[in-house]
Structures are given as structure tokens and as C-alpha cells.
């Protein structure tokens, strides 16, 4: 029933005592499956869409933020759940979804409470947490209707969930929504004293475009491009939560 994906960097050595307590708790809770080591893969999708058509149903992402980028794509186009045991760093994701870092994520997995969320498509790049994007000289057009021009120096998020460790609840959007939430934050000066001014639009689809290539990051992947496309992919992503997630 249960896929367990290791990422590359969790076979350190620093992590063996983390993951021998792991694996005994996965023992003792009876959440014992197929374990995959990202490691020996170049790409683990068709690894993974084939264990889902052997008749798994969960697909545990052992590892931080950027394990998850690596099974997205082959979690959702197979239909399969996707969980996490939070180890190393960034963890962003998992602290969302309210699931604690290493042994304890266990516990969460075997409660097995799965919420339906929507995943944003960036240039046909699937991301669940956000993007964050350079904010000078941006054009964003949405639906052809209106055009935004951010004036001064700033930068802008595009966010399905949060992109950076959230702070407070305002930073964090709804993945149920079936909208992204554009935030563009400007530096705002007054006298001496800088101030960081934000407007957030939720929209469902929208383009950002520059005169000459940019850099952008997706879940903590690099995009590059002149052009962003931005669209919504309405909950095709069933992850498995915990009791303290915060949306």
C-alpha cells in the first residue's frame, strides 16, 4: 500500500540514526512497503507509476521540499496519495501541511487524513507551495483585461500555499481555492524610513512577462524565461495532512 521514496542527501551519514527510527516506527504502526532510493534512479517516475499500477496508494516522499518536486508530477498523474516524512531542510511544505519532521511524521501517516488541493502550473512546471519571481520591470496581464506594472524595486510571489516559511496566517493561501494568489510587494520609502508595501490579487490564470530572460523558482526549481504562464489545476492532489495544518 505504502511507496517509500528516499531522496539522494538522506543516506548521509548524519541521518542514519534518524531513519532507523523511522523505519522501527513504520514497523511498529504496520505501514511497512516498497521503499525506492532516489539515488539509483535518474528519473523515479515510471518507477513510481508503476508500483501504482502494482496497487500502491500512498506515496511517502522521505526528505525535504525539493524530494517532493521530484515525485509531483508521477503522484498526481497516477492518481496516488502523496505523504511525507519531513528530513533535513527546507520543509516548508510539510510545516504547512502540519506534519512534523522525522519520526513523529510517522503518526501522521498512519492517521491517514487526506485533503484534496489544487497544484499551480507555471510554464507547464506543476508546483504546490508558490513562486517567487523578480518584480522589476514585470508585466503581468490577466486575461487580457488589465496589465500591472510594479514601478519601484520589489518582488513578486506567486503563491498555491506559501513560498517562504510562513510568518503569521496572512501568508498563507488557499490550495482549495482554485486560484493562485499573485503578491506583489513594492518598497515603499517614507523620509528616511523604508516600508514594504503588498498587494495580493487571487486569480485563477495570468501572465508575467519581461523584456529579456529571468530567473524564477518553482518549489525551489529554477525557471528561466521571458514569459510565466500561470493556470490552476483544480484538486489534483490528495496529500495526507495532519491535525495543526494551517489552511
Given at each position: 500500500m505504502y511507496c517509500y521514496v528516499y531522496d539522494d542527501f538522506v543516506q548521509e551519514k548524519k541521518?542514519?540514526?534518524e531513519l532507523d527510527a523511522i523505519e522501527?516506527?513504520?514497523?511498529?504502526?504496520?505501514?511497512?512497503?516498497?521503499?525506492?532510493?532516489?539515488a539509483l534512479f535518474r528519473n523515479a517516475d515510471e518507477t513510481i507509476r508503476d508500483e501504482v499500477k502494482r496497487g500502491i496508494k500512498t506515496v511517502v516522499a522521505v526528505g525535504n521540499d525539493a524530494t517532493v518536486h521530484k515525485v509531483l508530477n508521477a503522484v498526481?498523474?497516477?492518481?496516488?496519495?502523496?505523504?511525507?516524512?519531513?528530513?533535513?531542510?527546507?520543509t516548508v511544505l510539510a510545516h504547512i501541511l502540519g506534519v512534523p519532521g522525522g519520526v513523529k511524521a510517522c503518526d501522521v501517516l498512519s492517521q491517514r487524513i487526506i485533503e484534496k488541493m489544487d497544484a499551480g502550473m507555471v510554464n507547464h512546471h506543476r508546483f504546490i507551495t508558490?513562486?517567487?519571481?523578480?518584480?522589476?520591470?514585470?508585466?503581468?496581464?490577466?486575461g487580457g483585461r488589465y496589465d500591472v506594472t510594479p514601478l519601484v524595486k520589489g518582488g513578486i510571489e506567486v503563491r498555491n500555499l506559501s513560498v517562504k516559511e510562513p510568518r503569521d496566517p496572512s501568508d498563507i493561501s488557499?490550495?482549495?481555492?482554485?486560484?493562485?494568489?499573485?503578491?506583489?510587494?513594492?518598497?515603499?520609502?517614507?523620509?528616511?524610513r523604508k516600508k514594504i508595501g503588498v498587494?495580493?490579487?487571487?486569480?485563477?490564470?495570468?501572465?508575467?512577462?519581461?523584456?529579456?530572460?529571468?530567473?524564477?523558482?518553482?518549489?525551489?526549481?529554477?525557471?528561466?524565461?521571458?514569459?510565466?504562464?500561470?493556470?490552476?489545476?483544480?484538486?489534483?492532489?490528495?496529500?495526507?495532512?495532519?491535525?495543526?495544518?494551517?489552511?
Open positions: 541521518y542514519e540514526r522501527n516506527r513504520i514497523t511498529d504502526l504496520g505501514l511497512q512497503g516498497k521503499t525506492i532510493r532516489l498526481i498523474d497516477s492518481g496516488a496519495v502523496l505523504a511525507l516524512i519531513p528530513v533535513g531542510e527546507p508558490g513562486v517567487s519571481i523578480p518584480g522589476a520591470n514585470a508585466k503581468v496581464s490577466v488557499d490550495p482549495t481555492d482554485g486560484k493562485l494568489d499573485l503578491v506583489i510587494e513594492t518598497e515603499i520609502r517614507k523620509g528616511f498587494t495580493k490579487l487571487p486569480l485563477p490564470s495570468f501572465n508575467i512577462s519581461y523584456k529579456k530572460n529571468i530567473k524564477a523558482t518553482a518549489d525551489g526549481a529554477e525557471i528561466e524565461g521571458q514569459e510565466f504562464s500561470f493556470s490552476v489545476e483544480r484538486k489534483v492532489l490528495q496529500a495526507v495532512v495532519g491535525r495543526e495544518r494551517m489552511f
